[in-house]
């Protein structure tokens, strides 16, 4: 869906992109992640057309960013980190004229704004001053500006800054179903464990270079990190797990361990039946989740107790 390759950007004395090259595949979220003046914001800007590289390749959906940007921009939504909005416009005023400048048929107008205030939350907030709204319902604005038209490609610079935990929930929750319709996101943003709850891969940015480019993890994947409690310590546990059919890279602690299981939900309701028919007290088995952060830390050569 987005391809880049010896792609580079400079600032007058600054080389901001240095020979960048990656692909994103369609359907996927990647969190875009890096120290601040890494490039990300740069990178994201280049993809939406609106800065043009010294050098370098960028297409989105098979069409050149830079030799077609009008073509690209139907196609992308894009947030920016310092977004704005027409203050003296109301929030609908505000929908319907991003709307008609992505080519957003007059009559579906009103019906893609009244869809995308639901998906954010501001229905109740359409005929207010988009001046006289809060930081966090301004940035829901924004974010409902980007995807009005139904972009292919949805490009978010800390999309939730500004943004209460309710608030933030709701957009990951939005951000998946978005990647269900269809749509391919690159997000970036400096938290971390938010990004683990919706990221399907991850791009490190660093000094304008890419650094690792690698899958985070998939709701398809047919091995799964469980992490299972006890109740108090089982000195066979171990044991018992290093011969059950499915179960790798075991590392235990006294009240709890934690392992790759390759095996579906009936499969995962079976080893539970086993572990307490075998004596084991469980007292919790759930899936791990993705620690972005640890894993962003150990790429960069920083101390793990960091993290």
């Not at 869906?1 to 600054?14: A, C, D, K, Q």
């Not at 480019?213 to 047919?222: I, M, N, W």
Request: one cysteine or more; a neutral charge; aromatic letters at 4%.
């Amino acid at each position: 869906m987005i391809e880049v390759s010896n792609l580079s950007f400079e600032y007058p004395g600054v080389r901001a992109l240095d020979d960048v090259a990656f692909t994103v595949a369609a359907g996927s979220i990647t969190a875009l992640v890096g120290p601040n003046g890494a490039g990300k914001t740069t990178l994201l800007r280049c993809l939406a057309g609106l800065d043009t590289p010294l050098a370098g390749r960028i297409t989105v959906d098979g069409v050149p960013v830079v030799d077609e940007p009008r073509a690209c921009h139907r196609r992308i939504g894009y947030l920016a980190d310092n977004f704005g909005l027409y203050g003296e416009l109301s929030v609908r005023r505000c929908l319907g004229y991003v709307a008609a400048a992505n080519d957003v048929p007059a009559a579906g107008i009103p019906a893609a704004i009244e869809r995308t205030a639901t998906a954010l939350e501001i229905e109740s907030r359409l005929d207010v001053r988009a001046g006289t709204l809060s930081r966090g319902q301004r940035q829901r604005v924004a974010i409902a500006q980007a995807i009005i038209h139904r972009p292919r490609v949805l490009l978010l610079d800390e999309p939730a800054s500004g943004l209460d935990p309710e608030a933030r929930n709701t957009l990951a929750r939005l951000f998946l179903r978005l990647r269900d319709e269809g749509m391919t996101l690159l997000v970036s943003s400096h938290i971390l464990a938010e990004l683990a709850e919706y990221s399907s891969d991850m791009l490190v940015l660093r000094a304008g270079r890419i650094i690792e480019h690698r899958p985070v993890s998939t709701a398809s994947e047919a091995r799964h990190r469980l992490e299972l409690a006890l109740a108090r310590p089982h000195p066979a546990l171990v044991e018992w797990l290093e011969i059950y059919p499915g179960i790798s890279r075991i590392a235990s602690a006294p009240r709890t361990a934690s392992f790759d299981f390759s095996g579906d939900d009936e499969a995962r309701r079976e080893l539970l039946a086993r572990l307490v028919e075998a004596g084991v007290p469980v007292s919790g088995l759930s899936e791990a989740r993705p620690d972005l952060q640890r894993s962003y830390l150990a790429m960069v050569g920083e101390p793990a107790r960091l993290a």
